[in-house]
C-alpha cells in the first residue's frame, strides 16, 4: 500500500475515480521543494523539483493498493517518473507519499505559467475528460 500525492487532474473525483477502482481516504496535502507548471498546449500540470522553499498544494491519498498504483502508473504515461517525498497532510503530519514527476528529457513540455487550479476546476476539467484516451 502507497500514499499517493496529486497536483493536477487526479486532485478531481471525476478523473481520480475513472483511474482507481478502489476507494481511498484523503486529504489536502502540501508537496515543498517542488513547482507546477502547466503543459504546453495540455489542461494538465507537471511537478518539477525546484527550491526547499517552493510549494505545491494538493490532494493525498492514503494506502493505495498496488493494482491502483499500476493504473496511476499508466495513466500518468512516459511524461512522468514517481518518486518518493515527504508530504504535509493538513493535519500538520508529515507522511511520505509517490508523486509524480516529469521526467528531465520532458522539461520541452512545461510552460513558464504556473497551472490554474481554479481555471480546471471550473473550464479544464470537461475537455481534460473529452479529450483524454487515457480512460478508453
Same mark, same amino acid.
Given at each position: 500500500?502507497?500514499n499517493?500525492?496529486t497536483y493536477g487532474? =487526479?486532485m478531481?473525483?471525476?478523473?481520480?475515480?475513472?483511474?482507481?477502482?478502489g476507494?481511498?481516504?484523503?486529504?489536502?496535502? &502540501? =508537496?515543498?521543494?517542488y513547482?507546477?507548471?502547466?503543459v504546453?498546449?495540455?489542461?494538465y500540470p507537471?511537478?518539477?523539483p525546484?527550491?526547499?522553499?517552493?510549494?505545491?498544494?494538493?490532494?493525498l491519498?492514503?494506502?493505495v493498493?498496488?493494482?491502483d498504483?499500476q493504473?496511476l502508473d499508466?495513466?500518468?504515461?512516459?511524461y512522468?517518473?514517481?518518486?518518493r517525498?515527504?508530504?504535509?497532510?493538513? &493535519?500538520?503530519e508529515? =507522511?511520505?507519499?509517490d508523486v509524480?514527476? =516529469?521526467?528531465?528529457q520532458?522539461?520541452?513540455?512545461?510552460s513558464? &505559467?504556473?497551472?490554474d487550479?481554479?481555471?480546471?476546476?471550473?473550464?479544464g476539467?470537461?475537455?481534460?475528460m473529452s479529450r483524454?484516451?487515457?480512460?478508453?
Open positions: 500500500m502507497q499517493i500525492f487532474s =487526479l478531481f473525483d471525476p478523473v481520480w475515480s475513472r483511474v482507481v477502482g476507494e481511498y481516504p484523503s486529504c489536502p496535502a &502540501t =508537496l515543498h521543494g513547482q507546477r507548471f502547466a504546453k498546449g495540455e489542461e507537471v511537478a518539477i525546484s527550491s526547499p522553499e517552493s510549494s505545491i498544494y494538493g490532494r491519498y492514503l494506502d493498493n498496488p493494482q498504483v493504473k499508466d495513466f500518468e504515461g512516459e512522468y517518473i514517481r518518486l517525498a515527504p508530504v504535509i497532510c493538513n &493535519t500538520e508529515m =507522511l511520505d507519499a509524480y514527476v =516529469l521526467r528531465p520532458y522539461q520541452h513540455v512545461a513558464h &505559467t504556473a497551472w487550479v481554479e481555471h480546471f476546476r471550473r473550464v476539467i470537461k475537455a481534460f483524454y484516451q487515457g480512460f478508453v
